[in-house]
């Protein structure tokens, strides 16, 4: 279901038609390329040509300098529109330029000359960067009315410059240091620092170096200064200015070549293009005049690509059989209301080319379960109205957007039955009224109506998928397993439904408000299920040679190894989906009652209502729709696709134009 046909084909062609046919099946991305490994291919023929090989090596080079120059000139171009500061977007070329360019562009140059401006910026700014330094060194001492060089040591006495923090700088320091031979000459204080300088005879340098240890004297190092602290800070003050002005002009210089931005785009894509095919061609198996290309091609486009290689002189094209083992790749081909969802089954993994597409076996369930998160009609009208704007704006992720357009408009159906607009935004205006008559039940009030509601779908989903598994089974006529694995467990599954709704317990559970079989269900459901439950015990493990372990493994799988205790977590998990509904509910509530509580401020109580609200609610929908997201998909992975999805296929992976930064205009 779902899952496009494969036909595995073989090209023989002329080494003269390799570029040329690779290039064009890029252009139509048609072929998935397989590795050809086998003996006596390639005898004679290095593995991978030299001239290939190095020019990998050229391309790749090219690519590094093309990556840095466009990582330079990004930072000079104005990002088009608010999203595309947080996505990047995909720049439409039309084919004539793209040609053109990657014909004609003379890219050495230009990528030169960005090297040598972001070398020139580089220097002048760790020009600025160091004489910041030095400002930063020499500002506490600008009251120094000597040159700093002569700030040093004589034959007799020793000066050294520094600081001290302005809680030890007192009268009993001073004291004490002057009992040790020191004297000290304060210059400037700065940022809880005394900047000073520390005077002693050469004859009491160990006891004043020790007390200096003492105070944490940091000593400054003049070294590479020359002058007065102040003509020093003059001359550095006039080259940051004049460095300001050189990197102005530089900077202005620099943004000239932003006209050669979109050319190096596309030549970044043209590059990868050709490594792509390139690669491509190492797969192959060849000689010195021939290559034999093997891959798959979707069955529905086999004949596109025979003509596309029979437009060829000296090309051979054939459909072979697939190796034993060999698996064809996948590609999912829903469309219109399920297509959206294949980003639920591909987050997971695709399945296997012969198994069941769960995509549109999940869509209803994922729809409905991510509306029942959110349980709020204004939320998803918010959503709805966010996906559509988003998808003008970002149309790689359109498929995305749509999956979460689709989970608003059930949010919306889903939150008005259950009366959610804002939360409780609405209650007691005049819009309460029909709000009121469109509302199944209030999920604050009446929770165990909503917690029976995500047991039931929980069990629905369950049962649904045993049943797909049953299918499967069936279809690829495992009897003995689609009797044994499913068969059973539905019976036996409904077996204890219905005894535990002919009892009292069911009420006791709070899952109905009065039995809803009668009490004459419940010797025939026993029965039932100990006749089950004695199948599973001997058949569960029916491939355990040993009699003894077999009986044992089949009483844990009776209950633990995916049995009854198993079924009962599962069963339990879609309680979530009624606790992320109340969270939703509750937040947006209380969102509104302390915005209502800001309307008993003056004058301003309207400006902070309206703000609340919308901050509010915006961090809710936010919030909310992540957490509806992520759990929703927990229960399809945990819950459901584990009663029946195996998955592990590879992905359907064609030969394809590179698309990092550009897309090709349709003409």
């Known amino acids: 279901m779902a899952v496009a046909k494969m036909a595995k084909v073989s090209i023989a062609l002329h080494s003269s038609h390799k570029e040329e046919l690779l290039k064009r099946l890029q ?79 003379n890219f050495e140059k230009v990528t030169g000359d960005i090297e040598k401006c972001d070398t020139e910026l580089t220097k002048l700014n760790a020009e600025k960067e160091h004489l910041l330094m030095r400002k930063e060194t020499i500002e506490p001492w600008l009251s120094l009315e000597i040159p700093m060089e002569s700030v040093s040591p004589t034959k007799t006495t020793i000066l050294l410059p520094g600081s001290v923090s302005s809680r030890l700088y007192n009268e009993k320091t001073l004291k004490k240091a002057e009992e040790s031979g020191l004297i000290f000459e304060k210059v400037g204080e700065l940022r809880n620092e005394i900047f000073l300088i520390s005077v002693f005879h050469r004859n009491d340098e160990e006891e004043a170096r020790g007390f200096l240890d003492i105070i944490n004297f940091a000593q400054e190092d003049f070294r590479g200064f020359e002058g007065k602290p102040i003509d020093i800070n003059n001359e550095i003050d006039k080259r940051l200015d004049t460095l300001d002005v050189e990197m102005e002009e530089h900077l202005e210089r620099c943004k000239e070549l932003v006209d050669y931005y979109e050319m190096l785009l596309i030549l970044y894509d043209h590059t990868v293009d050709e490594i792509t095919r390139l690669k491509a061609a190492k797969d192959a198996a060849r000689t010195k005049t021939a290559y034999i290309i093997e891959g798959w091609v979707e069955r529905s486009r086999k004949e596109v690509l025979e003509k596309l290689v029979n437009s060829f002189d000296a090309v051979i094209f054939l459909e072979s059989k697939p190796k034993n083992g060999e698996e064809a790749p996948v590609k999912l081909v829903n469309r ?45 009208i918010v959503l709805a109205i966010i996906a559509l704007l988003l998808m003008r704006k970002i149309p790689e992720g359109k498929k995305f957007l749509w999956l979460i357009f689709i989970g608003a408009m059930f949010t919306i159906v889903e939150g008005a039955l259950l009366g959610g607009w804002f939360g409780n ?15 199944l039940f209030d999920p604050m009030k009446s929770y165990f109506i909503f917690y029976r509601l995500a047991l039931v779908v929980g069990v629905i989903q ?145 400006i902070f209502f309206v703000i609340i609200l919308i901050a509010g609610h915006l961090f809710n929908i936010g919030i909310n729709t992540l957490g509806g997201f992520v759990h929703t998909l927990r229960l399809q992975y945990v819950e459901f696709f584990q009663k029946f999805f195996i998955g592990g296929g590879k992905a359907f992976n064609p030969l394809r134009r590179n698309e990092k930064y550009i897309v090709l205009k349709e003409t």
């Open 27 to 105: 252009e139509k991305s048609l072929l998935h390329i397989t590795k050809i490994e086998e003996e006596g291919v390639n005898e004679g023929v290095n593995e991978f040509d030299e001239a290939d090989e190095k020019e990998v090596r050229q391309l790749e080079n090219r690519l590094n300098i093309l990556d840095d120059s466009i990582e330079f000139l990004r930072k000079f171009v104005k990002p088009g529109g608010f999203f595309a500061n947080f996505i990047p977007q995909k720049l439409p070329v039309s084919e004539g330029k793209y040609n053109e360019t990657t014909q004609n562009f």
């Open 336 to 380: 219109g209301f399920f297509k959206p969802f294949e980003i639920v089954t591909q987050m997971y993994g695709n399945p296997r080319y012969n198994e069941l597409d769960p995509s549109p076996l999940l869509a209803l369930f994922f729809a409905v379960f991510f509306g029942l998160c959110l349980t709020d009609a204004g939320y998803g």
């Open 425 to 439: 935004l609405f209650s007691g205006t005049f819009l309460e009224r029909p709000i009121n008559s469109m509302m």
């Open 462 to 606: 369950i049962f649904f998928g045993l049943f797909i598994k049953l299918y499967e089974d069936i279809k690829d006529k495992r009897l003995t397993d689609a009797f044994f694995d499913e068969t059973v467990w539905i019976i036996l599954l409904s077996s204890i439904f219905a005894m535990l709704f002919s009892t009292d317990f069911c009420i006791q559970l709070n899952l109905s408000s009065n039995k809803l079989l009668p009490q004459s269900f419940l010797l025939p459901s026993f029965s039932v299920f100990s006749l089950c439950a004695l199948l599973v015990i001997l058949f569960g493990a029916r491939d355990e040679k040993n009699p003894f372990f077999r009986l044992f493994v089949g009483f844990l799988r009776l209950l633990v190894l995916g049995g009854i205790f198993s079924y009962l977590g599962d069963f339990l998990s879609y309680i979530r989906l009624m606790a992320l509904g109340l969270v939703t509910a509750g937040i947006a509530g209380a969102i509104n009652d302390i915005a209502k509580m800001a309307l008993g401020i003056p004058v301003i109580g309207v």
